[in-house]
């Protein structure tokens, strides 16, 4: 029913920068809940990376603080990530994720649960 699709990855060397995109499809009216994106490399379990709220407040892994950047677009349904300095360590597929329903009282941080998955975007520094 509800599809989210992530572009924007690709090859870059250490330093540089990449911004993901992701739009949902399908009926989705809840971007204003905790909203994510989400990593895994090869052989490594998937990571919380950065999260944004309804009020737009944001909260990133550590590995990633001062480095990264998650925002929401003003076309509904969009939302961002901008990756600057990467570092090797960085390379790995990138899922936005948001969840199908709210909960109040939650805190959005990069453990939160999502339960609607991208298909993925992959990120390779070298």
């Known amino acids: 029913h509800v599809q989210l699709v992530e572009s924007g990855g690709g090859t870059v060397q250490a330093g540089g920068s990449l911004r993901l995109s992701c739009t949902a499809s399908?009926?989705?009216?809840?971007?204003?809940?905790?909203l994510g994106w989400f990593r895994q490399a090869p052989g490594r379990e998937r990571e919380g990376v950065a999260v944004?709220?309804?009020?737009?407040?944001?909260n990133y892994a550590d590995s990633v603080k001062g480095r990264f950047t998650i925002s929401k677009g003003t076309v509904p349904h969009t939302l961002y990530l901008q990756m600057d300095n990467l570092k090797p360590e960085d390379s790995a597929m990138y899922y936005c994720?948001?969840?199908?329903?709210?909960?109040?009282?939650?805190?959005?941080?990069?453990?939160?649960?999502?339960?609607?998955w991208g298909k993925g975007t992959q990120v390779t520094v070298s």
């Open positions: 944004i709220d309804s009020l737009g407040t944001t």
């Open positions: 994720a948001a969840p199908a329903f709210n909960r109040p009282g939650g805190v959005c941080d990069i453990r939160y649960t999502m339960d609607i």
């Open positions: 399908g009926g989705y009216a809840y971007s204003g809940y905790c």
